[in-house]
């Protein structure tokens, strides 16, 4: 099983790292977090490059099936977000 980070680990990292305060490093990551959401709302996408691609997708409207039923049930059209990850990071994962 793998470990995961939360906020408040990803908080402390970034602190550690950078060499600033905790309160410093929390207000670049909320910075950050709140960025992407306003850049994805407005229709814009985000590029580290290297490290990621951010971007809303489109789905078109379409008909599926209740699995338990078999009964076909429309699903509307919808809006998601797509993360693609840039060469560094497909490194990084690979060890």
Sequence with gaps: MS????????VAAVALRAGVS?????KCVDGLLELACDE?????SINLT????ISTV?????TGRNPQTGEPVDIAASTG???QPGA???AAAKG
């Design 50 to 53: 290297g490290y990621m691609k």
């Design 22 to 26: 905790q309160s410093d490093a929390a």
């Design 81 to 83: 977000v797509k993360i």
């Design 88 to 90: 560094k990071l497909k």
């Design 3 to 10: 470990n995961q980070m939360n906020k408040g680990d990803v």
């Design 58 to 62: 489109d789905r078109p409207a379409r």
């Design 40 to 44: 994805l709302a407005a229709g814009n």
